[in-house]
């Protein structure tokens, strides 16, 4: 099972896609609120739709292509013969997988957190009402703007997916793509569509939750495994070509770093196994390094979680109260020069033409 | 490039009636050399030379060895390989079973009578020191033997393989560690013809020689034939037998086959002669190795010296067939001796070979000397400790070893003491059943080392004839190291009754710091009180200990408490008014939820 469904491939696509439909539905939320006039008009309501459906269709498929050409190029220039070095491989890549998980993944438990903030974002990109427009692409892009900016936003979602992707699965083989891309997608528009729809927030919460319990139980056999790999690299060179003949046995593994050996129960190899490898990181034959590798994650994240809840409630994280304080008053300070400098540039410039002003307007609710 | 021959037309008549003594002092000290000229080594040599010396005698003869350690930084002990050593046990030589190691600076005097007659060998007992160097043939000689007068020339021949890394390192940092799992024997480096390659053999034609072959090697049995000469075997190990005609000879380590090779008419050319290693025995075969070593039977020194032919298969003459002059039918055993053999690996990581899941390990106390300390209590088989895999035996009873070989290699078994007939050897992977035996020859087979085949089993018998303390062992160096051996204490009461340890070897302990008295672990009050003896380290822990359990456990409650915190981070309500967002418009936003408000 483990061999066409990598599990670590559909949390990436399933938590890219998520954030991908949660821009658009916040777009065709607007949409349907009146921007661009569109609650006046049904034509151009239904044409901004459109935009935002084709920008993201067309983002999805340059996606698409792109990934597939990276997924394929990789498989098929072989990346078998990593020979003496393979542990090696899969020891970095494993570290690196769970660390890419681990960052990203949090994020899936503040989706309202995500959805104002692709909100204001949106909102400010559509009321940006500086008519001079400085190229012919700025004004392109205004005036498709329900369809850029989903085409942009799938596009820099979709190649972030692809890099974590490949950061994290490359060691899986091909045929272990396509069914977790798939899941991943339908999972995250799923939610997408029900968020849009009006559905439950506390029930999607529950299942993202969960989902996101899930996804650190693979990191952290993920980052075990990768420690456990590099051990087991020195331990090779040290046995040399022997270490294969002994399979599950005695000699297979540094009775120095050995936590526990059973003699059977192989997380590489055998069958069920391979699935307690996979999301637990299950090996049959431990050392001092995977266990404490996999204690000290969940320390860690422990840690972090408690640290980002203060940082949400108080505004900085502990002990940062003034150093946080000074930076944001600073960061405003600079903002406000901004918008000033743009007001004197505003007001002299309409002292001297008197050119029309395109304005979009945006109904704040 | 020595060829070293002697003629038997000795004053026969003044040789048989008078038995001489023939003294020996060997200096034992490092010397150079550079054997297969590819590689200088040092190598342990005797009075500044190396090869060492041969010891030669005529039956009867007393022969007395002097043996002073010169080597500095290693202890010593000498083995004859072959000699029954008969009411002088303590001359037998291995370390801890009939003598203590003899430290640098200290010497030790052998002195024995020889009743047997034919080809032996000499070498150090001490740990697996002789692939060092430390061997060489031991010939006796008797005017009277079956085979007097049909040759002309009496010689000898050797075959070994060689190591060009000393065997203590190779021990420590490749073979008896924990990164050996397998137990994989190191490589030898080469093969050698007399300790040297591409050596002359000169001979005339129409001349038959008597060539003592002997196999001095540490790991390697090899096959040894002449090209276009075949031969008679006429002794085995120093048993006489039926000519045997073959062209091609498998001897292993510790072996000899005594040869008759008729030569040939004429002197147009020479002919090659071969010594290949048996490659099954080698884990695996370096590429470059180059596992034969060729000489020839020099006929004309003009003459070119063509390079062997290469041969599909070894047909080699299979000893289980031989039959001795002095032939016995097989003896009826009183007592049996089963062992099982298998290599495993204990809780240190090291692979360790055993018989029936006892691994050798050496007493504190030699075990002639416990016999010797310990009066009536000798016989008891406990007080010689609990890893020496000890056994006592009778006096003038007939003991059959049955050996079941379940590791997947070939094994050159020797008993010391003795020669025993070899009743059954089985083909591979057949266990011993005694309902149902093999074939069983009306004369069996003698001779002292034999090997049983991967997997097969073997049954052997010798008469308690002969009282002392007695190796049988592996004489794989590498395999006697792991442990493959055990100790057979025969007729302890007559040991004590008729021998005499010499002050010397008592010396040699004393210098050594070791005890000569007493139990395996050096006790001489209470006999049955064994702690402090040494013992085999212990197994591999089955599944899950104490510690892998806690790890568990442990691992358990931590992705469990972790899920828990990401489950409050998830639930916990969220201010809107965070302050991300602020920044990004300038102003804070409504709460303005899309999906409730609709």
Known sequence: MVQIFDVSVFFIVFRESLEASVVISVLLAFIKQGVGKSDEDPTIYKRLVRHVWIGAGLGFLICLIIGGAFIGTWYTLGTDAWGASEDIWEGVLSIVAAIIISVVGLAMLRLNKMKEKWRAKISKALNDTDPRGKNWFRRFSRKYAMGFLPFITILREGIEAIVFVGGVALSSPAKAFPLPVVCGLAAGCGIGYFLYKGGDYVKIQYFLVFATCFLYLVAAGLFSKGIWFLENFVWSNQVGGDVAEEGDGPGSYDIRLSVWHVNCCNGQTSGGWMIFNAIFGWQNSATYGSVISYNVYWIVLMVCVVLLRFQEIHGHFPYLKSWTEKRKAAKLARKEKKRLEAAEKESARSLDTDSETKEVTVTVV | ?598
């Not at chain 2, 003629?7 to 490092?30: G, I, K, M, P």
């Open chain 2, 1 to 598: 490039m020595r060829a070293f021959s002697r003629l038997v037309a000795l004053a026969a008549v003044a040789t048989a009636t008078l038995a001489a003594t023939v003294q020996y002092d060997f200096s034992v000290e490092w010397v150079q050399a550079n054997p297969d000229g590819d590689y200088e080594r040092t190598f342990i040599g005797i009075n500044g030379q190396w090869p060492p010396p041969p010891i030669e005698c005529n039956i009867y003869d007393r022969v007395i060895v002097n043996v002073t350690n010169n080597l500095g930084n290693e202890s010593t002990a000498v083995h004859f390989h072959g000699l029954f050593m008969n009411g002088t046990n303590a001359m037998d030589g291995p370390v801890f079973v009939t003598q203590c190691p003899v430290p640098a600076g200290n010497s030790i005097i052998y002195n024995f009578t020889v009743d047997q007659p034919g080809t032996y060998w000499y070498h150090s007992h001490f740990g697996a020191q002789y692939p060092d160097g430390f061997r060489a043939p031991f010939i006796v000689y008797d005017p009277d033997e079956p085979y007097a007068g049909q040759y002309d020339v009496d010689t000898y021949l050797t075959v070994s393989d060689y190591y060009h890394t000393s065997i203590p390192w190779l021990m420590a940092n490749q073979f008896l560690t924990l990164t050996n799992p397998t137990g994989s024997e190191p490589i030898p480096d080469a093969a050698l013809f007399n300790d040297s390659q591409n050596i002359n053999f000169q001979v005339e034609p129409n001349k038959t020689y008597k060539i003592r072959l002997i196999n001095m090697g540490a790991l390697v049995s090899q096959y040894v034939w002449f090209e276009d000469h075949d031969f008679q075997i006429i002794e085995v190990d120093g048993v006489y037998v039926e000519p045997a005609e073959a062209s091609m000879i498998y001897i292993t380590v510790a072996q000899r086959y005594t040869i008759l090779l008729t030569t040939k008419n004429s002197t147009d050319r020479n002919y090659p002669m071969i010594a290949s290693f048996d490659t099954d025995m080698l884990d695996h075969v370096p590429p470059g190795l180059v596992w034969n070593v060729t000489g020839w039977l020099t006929y004309n020194n003009s003459a070119d010296f063509p390079q062997p032919a290469l041969i599909d298969e070894y047909n080699f003459y299979d000893d289980f067939s031989l039959v001795p002059v002095e032939n016995e039918a097989p003896y009826e055993p009183d007592y049996q001796v089963s062992v099982d053999v298998q290599m495993m690996n204990l809780g240190n990581g090291v692979n360790y070979a055993f018989f029936n899941n006892i691994t050798y390990v050496a007493p504190n106390v030699p075990a002639l000397y416990t016999v010797m300390s310990s009066g009536n209590l000798s016989t008891d088989a406990t007080i010689y400790g609990t890893n020496t895999h000890t056994y006592v035996l009778g006096y003038q009873e007939v003991v059959e070893i049955v050996l079941n070989n379940f590791d997947t290699g070939k094994h050159p078994f020797h008993l010391h003491g003795h020669t025993f007939q070899v009743i059954e050897r089985s083909d591979d992977n057949m266990v011993y059943d005694p309902s149902n035996p093999g074939t069983i020859n009306e004369y069996p087979m003698r001779r002292d080392t034999v090997y049983v085949r991967p997997g097969g089993y073997m049954v052997l018998r010798f008469k308690t004839d002969n009282p002392g303390v007695w190796f049988f062992h592996c004489h794989i160096e590498w395999h006697l190291s792991q442990g493959l051996a055990l100790v057979l204490v025969e007729a302890p009461l007559e040991i004590q009754s008729r021998q005499v340890i010499p002050d010397d070897h008592y010396a040699a302990c004393k210098a050594g710091g070791y005890a000569y008295e007493g139990n395996a672990a050096g006790n001489t009050v209470n006999l049955f009180d064994l702690s402090g003896e040494k013992l085999q380290p212990d197994p591999l822990p089955a599944g899950f200990t104490a510690r892998g359990i806690v790890a568990l456990v442990f691992s358990c409650i931590s992705a469990f408490a972790g899920m828990g915190f990401i489950a409050w981070y998830g639930l916990s309500e969220i201010k809107t008014t965070s302050p991300e967002v602020v920044d990004i418009v300038g102003e804070p936003l409504d709460n303005g939820d899309d999906d409730e408000s609709k």
